[in-house]
């Protein structure tokens, strides 16, 4: 079991950008990691779980889930290709 932890946890920060919406450049949402939102909130994660995406953010210590998304949305991802 703890092995797979340690899978999950490295394959978390692949995803570096979520885009939501059906048009790319007109009217979808872009979260990145390391954008602040939120109040001086910082997105610290996106992750890849079964049927959605959720994207995490940090406030000094604390990391709080903040969105999710449904894998049936129009979604469009953008790997970490420094891993």
Known sequence: M???NI???ETTKLIRKITVGKDYKID????SVGQE???????CDIVEEEDKYSIYIRKNKDVLP???FNKNMA???EY???Y
């Open 7 to 9: 899978i999950k946890m």
């Open 75 to 77: 979604i469009s991802i």
């Open 37 to 43: 939102v939120y109040g001086g909130h910082t997105i």
């Open 66 to 68: 903040w969105k999710d």
């Open 28 to 31: 979808a949402m872009h979260y």
């Open 2 to 4: 703890e092995q797979l």
């Open 80 to 82: 970490n290709l420094q």
